[in-house]
Nanobody, 127 residues
Framework: QVQLVESGGGLVQAGGSLRLSCRVT????????IGWFRQSPGKDREGVST??????????ADSVKGRFTISKDSNKSPVTVYLQMNNLKPEDTAVYYC??????????????????WGQGTRVTVSS
């Protein structure tokens, strides 16, 4: 059974940094992708970044390019996927979720493509 557990959220001032972690266990596939999504109050959940566990391919939303970096510590299960967030802005405030699924390359950031989800971790950026 695939399980995802996020950690690392918190309160930070604008311009600061945070690193989120997502520990993923229970998958035995090749092209397993793990993505980060976020949801702000009153808004739809949006894709932030995703990474292929085996190949390391990455995708970023335009809103975070150059500020966020996704990485992983392994190319198989179990794996921890990190989201390093620098130069944070108040508009980055959201609950951040990691999600995973078996996906072909090239990867995408469509919420519906991911079946396995973590519980979320809250990030608040003060101005």
């Amino acid at each position: 059974q695939v399980q995802l557990v996020e950690s690392g959220g918190g309160l930070v001032q604008a311009g600061g940094s945070l690193r989120l972690s997502c520990r993923v266990t229970g998958f035995n596939y090749g092209h397993f992708a793990i993505g980060w999504f976020r949801q702000s109050p009153g808004k739809d959940r949006e894709g932030v970044s995703t990474i292929s566990v085996r190949d390391g391919d990455t995708v970023y939303a335009d809103s975070v390019k150059g500020r966020f970096t996704i990485s992983k510590d392994s190319n198989k299960s179990p794996v921890t996927v990190y989201l390093q967030m620098n130069n944070l802005k108040p508009e980055d405030t959201a609950v951040y979720y990691c999600a995973g699924d078996l996906l072909p390359l090239p990867l995408g950031l469509k919420e519906g493509e991911y079946d396995y989800w973590g519980q979320g971790t809250r990030v608040t950026v003060s101005s």
